[in-house]
């Protein structure tokens, strides 16, 4: 301990000797640039760890836990159905039509990929099973819409009936949760 005048000098302890030394080195260039090395090689850990889960069939696993069988995804739904429901604003009665025989046959690839393999659509809607699928009444309804537009040319479907239908699928395709 030394005396300057009136001030006390005090000389440093070896623990702040060693914590005046670290912080030298923790804001020097060489330090900052393993930092972010560092930072660089977490954040690609994190991202190989989330793509592992995706890829170890994570979601699957949640869906048959979930639903009690792996319904997948269809790539591009969201945007297709925006598409379809989209033709209901062209004002036309072909366009009704052609949006319920898409939203048809959107619901029958589903079925399709998820485990009903018969060969019609009303055969696969016939075997869902309504423990796994509480909207199969109302699916089987909206696709009668969509045979009666097949087999009768002459049928005529207002807006508020193609709206009606396609509502129907949704509530089909959200119980499936196809859009995610």
Known sequence: M????DVVVQDPTPMQTIVSGLSF???????????????????V????II????????QENYRKEKR????????????????????L????????KVAILEADQMVEKI????????????QKIEKL???????AALLRKAHAVSARIVQEPDFQLSRKEAEETLLLYEQFMNDMEIFG
């Open 111 to 122: 079925l399709t990929d998820v485990k009903y393999k018969q060969p019609t659509m009303t």
């Open 45 to 48: 850990l994190i991202v190989d």
């Open 25 to 43: 080195l923790f804001y020097s260039p060489f330090f900052t640039v393993i930092k972010i090395a560092a930072a660089i090689y977490v954040s």
């Open 68 to 87: 009690g069988t792996n319904i997948p995804t269809v790539f591009g739904a969201k945007r297709k159905w925006k598409y379809i429901k989209a033709r």
């Open 129 to 135: 099973e309504e423990q796994h699928v509480s909207s």
């Open 89 to 96: 604003n062209k004002g036309e009665q072909n366009h009704y």
């Open 51 to 58: 793509l592992l889960i995706i890829l170890d069939g994570a």
């Open 2 to 5: 030394e005396f300057a005048g």
